[in-house]
């Protein structure tokens, strides 16, 4: 029996998607299949795909020619081509022109736009849907998107993330001193600096904290087009909070955290909720897309862009340690209940399985 042959393509990589994939290599590696892994040289220093076992190809987050001839090259003599995210799938789509190799998508979350952009950009996912021939969705609700954009066959496919790490004996002292927070509570919101995160609400809750004594530090973990504004409203309004850029370390913070927060305006399966409820660090989230169903009752839910709800939510929690404990017992409870990466890795090998039989002559 001839060995499998995958690409997996990426193109920003959010942290899930690249996560996702990080894992996803490694398990189809242990079971056999050859994968090659096309993504950012940067996505690779930080998620170590090589590491994985996977061969990694370095193609740069362009739709020009020669980023496109790269993918093509690679994707040449693969037996399926899984590709992750809008962009990875709109060229990936260019660069298979021709050649027949199933086309697997798997939507990690939607697109956010209105105007010209949001036109174009639904225009570009009905062109990727239907030339996929299966789109999984990590939600129920990115499941029915595709389908209404035209997919042949879409599937819900919830993806697992790796366990997190667990710090040795006195590093939490260690980590919660790097961060300034010894003496005072600290809070942690993880995610890339752009508008949909919500961090204007969330530095506008921050005014309804911000005269506890003492006065919890706010950390946020992440990159993006908007850190210059929200680092000079941070500093013009003085607000005890920190930006830390990109860490290689978030589930090692987050673990110190009294209180993790998410302000988001949409979330499939959001890393930082994952995160937080398997390490039992209480969650304050916002109620939309999939976070609801993600995490049950196990976290304190609010309204999107409501934040006096946001901050009444963070100061009832700070001041009742009992509700804390409660919510970090049913976290670790809710995530037992979640695919585990095994599962995960099983499901996309009976997808690719079942691509390959159906391409084989019958006998």
């Not at 990727?128 to 595709?146: C, I, K, Y």
């Not at 004996?169 to 942690?188: F, Q, T």
């Not at 530095?203 to 680092?231: F, K, M, N, S, Y």
């Not at 946001?310 to 209940?337: I, K, M």
């Amino acid at each position: 029996m001839t060995q499998l042959r995958t690409v997996q393509v990426l193109g920003g990589g959010s942290a899930g998607s690249s996560a996702h994939v990080r894992s996803l290599a490694a398990g189809l590696v242990a079971r056999g299949v050859r994968v090659t892994v096309c993504a950012p040289a940067e996505l690779d220093r930080a998620y170590d795909f090589s590491g994985a076992g996977a061969y990694h190809v370095p193609v740069a987050r362009r739709g020009d020619p020669a980023a496109v001839a790269a993918l093509r090259a690679a994707c040449a003599g693969a037996d399926v081509v899984h590709a992750h995210g809008l962009h990875a799938a709109v060229r990936t789509v260019l660069a298979l022109g021709g050649l027949r190799v199933p086309l697997v998508v798997t939507w990690h979350t939607r697109t956010e736009a209105a105007g010209p952009r949001g036109r174009l950009l639904r225009m570009l996912e009905r062109r990727a849907v239907r030339a996929a021939s299966v789109v999984l969705g990590a939600t129920s609700e990115l499941v029915d998107g595709a389908r209404r954009r035209g997919a042949r066959d879409a599937r819900l496919a919830p993806v697992a993330l790796p366990a997190p790490c667990h710090q040795a004996a006195g590093e939490e002292n260690k980590s919660r001193a790097e961060l300034g927070a010894v003496e005072r509570p600290l809070l942690m919101a993880v995610g890339s600096l752009v508008p949909d995160q919500g961090y204007d609400t969330l530095l506008d809750a921050v005014a309804g904290w911000r005269h506890l004594d003492p006065a919890p530090l706010l950390t946020i973990a992440g990159e993006g087009r908007e850190r210059a504004r929200l680092q000079r409203r941070i500093e013009d309004d003085d607000l005890p909070v920190q930006l830390i850029g990109r860490r290689d370390d978030i589930s090692e913070l987050l673990a110190t955290a009294d209180v993790a927060v998410l302000a988001s305006r949409w979330e499939a399966r959001s890393v930082l909720a994952q995160e937080a409820l398997r390490l039992g660090v209480p969650l304050v989230a916002t109620a939309v897309g999939a976070i609801p169903e993600l995490v049950g009752d196990a976290a304190e839910l609010v309204p999107y862009g409501d934040a006096p709800a946001l901050a009444e939510a963070v100061t009832r929690l700070l001041a009742d340690p009992e509700r804390r404990d409660r919510l970090a017992t049913a976290g670790r409870a809710q995530a037992a209940t979640w695919p585990t990466e095994d599962e995960t890795i099983a499901q996309v090998l009976s997808v690719y399985d079942e691509l390959t039989e159906r391409g084989r002559p019958s006998r």
